[in-house]
């Protein structure tokens, strides 16, 4: 059972189906208030503050928060000056008010920095809370530690401010969780009680800190499967089921690493209760076991029980959300290739001008290579050239043979994109504030996660007119073409499986690399496999008279990190025009 509150790695669990704190005594009496001001005392020890020394200047040592918690007490239904007319003890807070405010601010400061999580199970006995709307609930707590903070601190000044500012002071996040019955292998028993989210409420602009902003190395593959000697402690563990394209995935992650669970929520389609009742998935993650061999970040194709299954251990190294995102991309693209399709690194998008003429374009590349970057010159672009773009997939897909005969069909499997800020126009995150997950916005790589696709376009099967590859690291005179096309096969073929680029500082490469088809994330560790589908999807490409080339755009290039896609961008709008008017069948 999820603990009614947990405090670690700088996030706040509360189980609003345990305890739910309906006043502002409740608040102030609980176990988690407690908690919290005992590690914000610790952390501050720790460092230089003005409040270092504060509690322990009045109140006896080793009783100063249970003290601190009386005084707060009374000051949430006295001013300090009442409360030093009427407890001579503790006049000292009036006295001091000014010291005693500020406490108040670092403390509420300290809360609100944490990432906060409630949790509520819809069916949570006579005493929960499954008969209320959680928002509303969550609302209301929301409403009751604001107010608290206000009143409090307003009583300790005796002024009330000019300017109130309705920040988030409760949740930032709220979470519904079910206990699902799911035909789970006997191997993985340990994670039968392990409660799934079936509904998520979160606080936009949602800003995070993960310890890491970079990923690095390959995931490997194990031929022993690591949940037999795995430490899972289903208390510590929740599980978000996604659909990756048409395959089902269940990801089970530490309360430690919550921030990349749910920012699933903004990149993948949330499976339904439907959809995961009674199924097992194709694929399943395990993100914050402990294992003898950690840190370790492996897979293992688990045959028997028709699953792949990846495994990320419980270490810091791992706080990163590129390695929940790409581990989920490598399982899918692997048993995509099982079934004969071919993974994509790349973007898709359908694009239909002002004009009339259109043409569903993908852009494959391997990290910083410039596709999410040029589709967003094109959406720059959009007014004066576009009536219509769709994005099919920002960062991966996959080919399939069309059953009808025409063009090879391209499916995604992300709704929404993982963008680094730093290659973005300047004032687009701004613009998606209201609905935007960010990663670490003050440092190099920082990141956005917001939702750009709908399930059913990602899924409808799009035609490929054009496939390019990105190459960032060529730089293209203003005079010279951003694009060249392909005169055969083989020629492609050795440009794309080389996979070379520019390290933008996305992972922890440097300079010019290479990568096995541009794409580490399953095609890397099944060459052979995939070998053979590159053979027959390139022949099959040209045989249907598909614009295969190569898209400069120079993002790798100093100084032309903007202007390079934007200019790759206007001569994608100019070839939609000459390939409609050569009449190429772009249907």
Not at 28 to 56: C, P
Not at 384 to 408: C, H, Q, V, W
Not at 417 to 428: E, H, M, T
Not at 476 to 503: C, H, L, P, T, W
Request: charged share 25%.
């Amino acid at each position: 059972m999820i603990k009614s509150w947990s405090l670690s790695n700088d996030k706040a669990m509360i189980n609003f189906s345990s305890n739910y704190c309906t006043t502002e005594g409740e608040i102030l009496s609980s176990d988690a208030f407690k908690s919290v001001l005992e590690h914000f005392f610790k952390r501050v020890s720790n460092n230089y503050s003005k409040n270092r020394y504060l509690i322990e200047e009045f109140y006896e040592k080793d009783k100063a928060i249970d003290s601190l918690i009386s005084t707060l007490k009374l000051l949430s239904v006295m001013n300090s000056k009442e409360l030093s007319n009427n407890f001579k003890d503790l006049s000292f807070v009036y006295e001091n008010k000014r010291r005693f405010r500020s406490l108040i601010e670092d403390i509420y400061t300290y809360w609100r920095n944490l990432e906060r999580y409630a949790l509520i199970f819809e069916s949570a006995g006579k005493n929960g809370l499954e008969h209320s709307s959680f928002i509303d609930v969550k609302s209301r707590f929301d409403k009751l530690v604001l107010t608290l903070y206000r009143k409090i601190s307003d009583n300790i000044s005796m002024t009330t401010p000019k300017v109130h500012r309705q920040v988030r002071a409760g949740s930032n996040v709220g979470l519904v969780l079910k206990n699902i019955i799911w035909p789970i292998p006997e191997d993985y028993r340990v994670l039968s009680s392990i409660p799934f989210i079936v509904d998520v409420v979160l606080e936009s602009p949602f800003i995070t800190y993960p310890k890491r902003n970079t990923r690095s190395g390959f995931f490997e593959e194990t031929t022993i499967n690591p949940i037999i000697r795995a430490s899972i402690n289903s208390d510590d563990f929740l599980a978000y089921p996604i659909l990756v394209g048409d395959l089902l995935c269940y990801a089970f992650c530490h309360r430690d690493f919550m921030t990349h669970l749910i920012s699933l929520s903004n990149l993948f389609e949330m499976a339904s209760v439907s959809d995961i009742a009674g199924k097992k998935p194709d694929l399943m993650v395990i993100f914050g076991y402990e294992d003898e061999n950690s840190p370790c970040d492996i897979f293992y194709d688990d045959v028997e029980n028709d699953m792949i299954v990846g495994y990320i251990s419980n270490d810091k190294k791992y706080d990163y959300f590129g390695y929940m995102k790409k581990m989920i991309l490598t399982l899918h693209n692997i048993k995509q290739m099982q079934r004969n399709n071919l993974p994509i690194h790349g973007s898709m998008i359908n694009l239909e001008l002002n004009d009339s003429k259109k043409a569903n374009i993908v852009i494959m590349g391997d990290s910083g290579a410039g596709k999410s970057e040029s589709i967003e010159a094109l959406r720059s672009l959009s007014e004066e050239n576009l009536r219509d773009m769709t994005i099919i997939f920002d960062d991966m897909g996959d080919f399939r043979i069309n059953p009808a005969g025409g063009k090879p069909l391209a499916y995604g499997t992300e709704t929404g994109a993982f963008v680094r800020l730093d290659d973005l126009d300047q004032g687009f995150a701004f613009k998606q504030l209201d609905r935007s997950i960010f990663m670490n916005p003050d440092k190099t790589n920082a990141r956005l996660i917001n939702p750009v696709s709908d399930y059913s376009e990602i899924m409808a099967g799009s035609s490929v007119d054009v496939f390019l590859y990105a190459n960032n690291y060529d730089e293209v005179s203003d005079y010279d073409s951003s694009i060249e096309q392909f005169k055969n096969a083989s020629e492609a073929k050795e440009v794309f499986k080389a996979g070379m680029r520019q390290a933008k500082g996305t992972t922890s490469e440097k300079g010019l690399t290479k990568s096995y088809f541009a794409n580490p994330f399953g095609p890397y560790q099944k060459q052979d496999l995939c070998d053979k589908l590159i053979d027959k999807y390139f022949d099959e490409l040209f045989d249907k008279n598909v614009y295969v080339g190569e898209l400069k755009t120079q993002l790798g290039i100093r100084g032309k990190e903007k202007t390079g896609p934007r200019k790759a961008a206007l001569e994608l709008f100019e070839l939609i025009r000459e390939l409609n008017e050569k009449k190429y069948s772009l249907k």
